[in-house]
Structures are given as structure tokens and as C-alpha cells.
């Protein structure tokens, strides 16, 4: 679940002190401005919470089929979520109404499960965020629908792709704007563009932490990755321009053109080595 930075943008997201993205009416998020491992606990808390994401994000991805709704979508995520006493982090933190994000072809993030069924050529961004004793994890990806044109699987390859090009970069010590840069250079290179108000973020405690991560150059920021910093990366790649658009239901976040988008996200621990993803079903 992308957070939007505080830039000046297009976009007209809710603001507060504490930086929602989404509608108000949700609890306030609790914990610290950011999270780090600092016990074995911890960790092993992060992992349960991040392989039910996995799991859930699987399940999902096995449903995508044309004819299937993104209301049912949400359902197979719910009953995951249901089996390993999980539940949904957009819902209990923001209110926000389904168990996960469903968002599909212009729309980026923060689309909202219902009735709409998928269709041939269409690509599918699913978005999953878990809450497990106490602990929050991440994930999403975008999925084709039978039928995708050349062109949107090639989006869907450079979302990937930046994010292993990032994670590559993301070790204690490296400076954020670097992850960004990394990002921003892997999408251009491949001829597509990021969504410059969306951005990762810390995560753990609750969804939205500091760090925010962002998928661009950054000259602004000296900030660094910390040993045991738990973020998320999520390359948020456009086929057409740069900017989005909050649609009339207040949550789902449209390409201001009309283009399509891709996703690739995971939760990790940065390490002064290789990051670890939290966000797998292995």
C-alpha cells in the first residue's frame, strides 16, 4: 500500500498531521515514527505477519481469471487472512472498505474490491496488507489477464526488474535518494516513467512509517538506511505520464491519462548484507 510524500503534486490525497493517504474516519495509526529490529521477537513477528501476506497475495494471484470479480478476489484474501488469525491492515488502520487493494489497468492503488470482473487484456494490481499480533507487512504485484498486450507485460517486467535493481542497492549505510535513483533509472531505461507522488515507506508497527522511500531521484534527502530498518520498495511504474488523480470514491488513485500501471512490492529488513524479504511464501 503506496504512501504519497509530502511533494507538491496533482494528486489530491487527504492530508493530516500524520500524513494519511487514505479517507478519514480510520483510528489513528499507533507506534513510533519508524521501526527497527531489535529482538529476535520482533523479527519472528514480522515473518509470521509477512508470509500470511505471501500466502494471501498467492491465493489471490491463482484466482485472476477473465470473469472473476475483484469482490471475489477480496474474498479469497479475507479467508487467508481469516485461517492464520490475521487481519486486514488497510481496513483496521484506515477503515478502509475490502480486506485488500484491488486496483486494475489505469487505476494505480487503493482500488476497491466490488463487482467489476476482469476481462481479457486486462492487468490487475493486487495489494495486500496484514496485521498479525501487532505487526504489519506488505506486498503486491501486478498480474496479466489472459490476453495482455506486449506493451502491458512490459510494464509489469520494469516494476520487477526496478525492484531487484533495488534491493541490490538497499543496504545499511545507502543513502534513500539512491533507491529511488535506482528505481527511476531501471523504469526509464525500459521506457516507461514512476508515479513521482507515490512513494515505499517504513512499515511494522503500523502501515505508514518513516522512512519514506521514494521511486525517483531525490537531491533533497541525506537520510540513510539503518541496520534492521524495516521498509517497503514498491516501484509504481507508468506506461504513459507521471501524475495521478484521486477518482470521486475518495480511495482509488488513477493515472491522470488514462495509462496503464504496474506494481511490484515487498517488505524487508535492511541488512548490512542482502536485504530479507519478509513478504514470501517459502
Known sequence: MARVPEIPSAATFPRSPSDRILPTGGPEPEGGDEMSIETEHDLAGLRR?????ALALEAMKAGVRPGVSTAELDAIAAGMLRVHGARSGPHIVYGFPGTTCISVNDEVVH?????????DGDIVTLDVTVELDGYFADTAVTVPVPSASPRALALIAAARA???????????????SNVGASIETEVRRRGFRVFRELCGHGIGRTIHEE???PNHRSHDSQLRLTDGLVITIEPL???????????ADRWTVRSSDGALAAHHEHTMVIRRGKPEILTLAA
Open 237 to 247: 511504474v507508468s506506461a504513459g505520464g507521471e501524475w495521478t488523480r484521486t477518482s
Open 111 to 119: 482500488g476497491i474490491p466490488g463487482r467489476r470482473r476482469l476481462a
Open 162 to 176: 526496478a525492484f531487484a535493481r533495488a534491493i541490490g542497492v538497499a543496504r545499511a549505510g545507502a543513502f534513500v
Open 211 to 213: 522512512p519514506q522511500i
Open 49 to 53: 505477519a509477512g508470509r500470511v501476506a
